[in-house]
């Protein structure tokens, strides 16, 4: 009953209070909104076109591209599976991994290739 009583207060002073019209200015609504736009923008937004991303350079990958994988080894793209989610690469003459596409984070073929040349 202790609760209840508690509650009973809480309820008349917020209702002791009435609408005087001036209940706070418009930023005080508005600046947390903005807040958590920007919170859903960075926050939640962001990990999908990074997703994105990595399903272009997956889709774009192709045979004997220099590639660096999120370890930060750098191999030669020696296969692909049909629907991109494994891919064994050459890193020596003799040495081959078989890993997952999504644990490739960059191309370098078309860098390479522009300063090699």
């Known amino acids: 009953m202790g609760h209840s009583w508690a509650v009973f207060t809480l309820l008349a002073q917020a209702a002791d209070k009435g ?7 418009i930023l005080a609504f508005i600046i947390p909104m903005v ?3 920007f919170l859903y923008t ?7 076109k990074e997703r994105k991303r990595q399903q272009k350079l997956i889709e774009s990958m192709k045979k ?3 590639v660096v994988t999120i370890g930060g080894i750098i191999g030669t793209v020696a296969s692909i599976s049909q629907d991109g ?3 064994t ?3 020596d003459d003799n040495a081959r991994i ?3 596409g999504s644990a490739i984070r960059e ?3 078309d860098k390479s290739d522009k300063d090699g040349s």
């Open 19 to 25: 609408d005087d019209g001036d209940s706070g200015s």
């Open 98 to 100: 078989k890993m997952l």
């Open 89 to 91: 690469l050459k890193i």
């Open 35 to 37: 807040i958590i736009f």
């Open 64 to 66: 004997n591209d220099r």
């Open 42 to 48: 960075f926050l939640f937004n962001s990990p999908g």
């Open 85 to 87: 989610s494994e891919v």
């Open 107 to 109: 191309v370098l073929t």
